[in-house]
């Protein structure tokens, strides 16, 4: 599914898989492959297939690098693990890498592909799921989250770039900022209002941006 959306994402932007002289990066991050450990469950250890070659092909450290053998591509390809955060994290990431001039464009995105989850999940108090199975942002009602599968790429270039080479440019980065909160939260799964209000500022700031300017917020 990752490998599809980057060739999807590629063509979107006008770039010829396996057919250009430009210097693209990748960087992918993954969630829990379930149906891998379901796999290595499911089976004596004598049983199943070479072990190596299950996990060159289904372990989330050679999303990157397979997607990079498979269109190649030689800039940085980094597979980024960072729980929730992963995606924005690799954009981030990839962002700075286009500013250092480490690359001339960067693939980012995330992946989740959970075939159990149309089963259900059994809610226990303290954790992360919401026990009605919906998920309520900013209501008096909110519970917790639900899972999902999905997969998401971006195509970033430097401005500068992509005004050069007529590209369509459907978002501009302005600016962005990560952090961590450390033990400043009520327990190790709840991020704080203070680390989240940290990082805020600081990617206002990185962008030049006043809070008052801002004119959508998602969350």
């Known amino acids: 599914h990752f490998l599809m959306s980057c060739v999807h994402a590629l063509e979107n932007a006008?770039?010829?898989?396996?057919?250009?002289?430009?210097?693209?990066?990748?960087?992918?991050?993954?969630?829990?492959?379930?149906?891998?450990?379901?796999a290595l469950r499911s089976k004596p250890p004598t049983a199943l297939p070479d072990k190596?070659?299950?996990?060159?092909?289904?372990?989330?450290?050679?999303?990157?690098?397979?997607?990079?053998?498979?269109?190649?591509?030689?800039?940085?390809?980094?597979?980024?693990?960072?729980?929730?955060?992963?995606?924005?994290?690799?954009?981030?990431?990839?962002?700075?890498?286009?500013?250092?001039?480490?690359?001339?464009?960067?693939?980012?995105?995330?992946?989740?592909?959970?075939?159990?989850?149309?089963?259900?999940?059994?809610?226990?108090?303290q954790h992360i799921f919401s026990k009605d199975g919906s998920c309520s942002p900013f209501s008096k009602d909110a519970s917790g989250t639900i899972g999902a599968s999905g997969v998401g790429v971006v195509v970033l270039k430097s401005l500068d770039r992509a005004r050069a080479?007529?590209?369509?440019?459907?978002?501009?980065?302005?600016?962005?900022?990560i952090n961590n909160d450390g033990r400043s939260k009520m327990s190790y799964t709840s991020p704080s209002v203070s680390g989240q209000e940290s990082v805020i500022r600081q990617a206002l700031t990185n962008a030049g941006v006043r809070g008052d300017q801002v004119g959508y917020v998602e969350a």
């Open 165 to 177: 080479d007529g590209d369509r440019i459907y978002a501009v980065i302005e600016g962005s900022a």
């Open 14 to 38: 006008g770039i010829p898989p396996l057919n250009t002289n430009q210097n693209i990066g990748v960087i992918a991050s993954c969630g829990e492959t379930t149906y891998y450990h379901a």
């Open 52 to 125: 190596f070659q299950m996990a060159l092909h289904h372990e989330k450290d050679f999303l990157a690098t397979k997607v990079a053998f498979q269109l190649d591509l030689k800039g940085p390809a980094i597979t980024l693990q960072a729980a929730c955060g992963s995606s924005l994290i690799g954009i981030h990431t990839a962002a700075g890498m286009l500013r250092n001039g480490e690359c001339d464009v960067m693939l980012a995105g995330g992946v989740l592909v959970d075939p159990d989850m149309s089963e259900g999940y059994k809610y226990q108090s």
